[in-house]
């Protein structure tokens, strides 16, 4: 069965920073390009980045450039998500997905920014 949970989201103060995880298992994660894609209240879906299923490359939405940064751990079958200086803006509920095409979801994680 697979299965991705996300955490690390919570109550974040403007200017500061945080790492989201997502854990994995089910699925040859190792093999998977991994996504993440957040959801502001009211809003559409926002692809914020991929990388590759060995880590050597990843993407970036251009207005998230310098301020995010995806990784991720084969070892522990686990995907991150790392913001910093982060804004009101940012506040959404973050998607952990599998697959070039973003074949299997996590029910994802809110973040809320606000002082």
């Known amino acids: 069965q697979v299965q991705l949970v996300e955490s690390g989201g919570g109550l974040v103060q403007p200017g500061g920073s945080l790492r989201l995880s997502c854990a994995t298992s089910g699925f040859a994660f190792s093999d998977y390009w991994m996504h993440w894609v957040r959801q502001a209240p009211g809003k559409g879906l926002e692809w914020v980045s991929r990388i590759k299923p060995d880590g050597s490359s990843s993407d970036y939405t251009d207005s998230m450039k310098g301020r995010f940064t995806i990784s991720r751990e084969n070892a522990k079958n686990t995907l991150y998500l790392e913001v910093n200086n982060i804004q009101v803006e940012d506040t959404a509920m973050y998607f952990c997905?599998?697959?070039?095409?973003?074949?299997?979801w996590g029910k994802g994680t809110l973040v809320t920014v606000s002082s």
């Open positions: 997905i599998a697959g070039f095409a973003m074949e299997y």
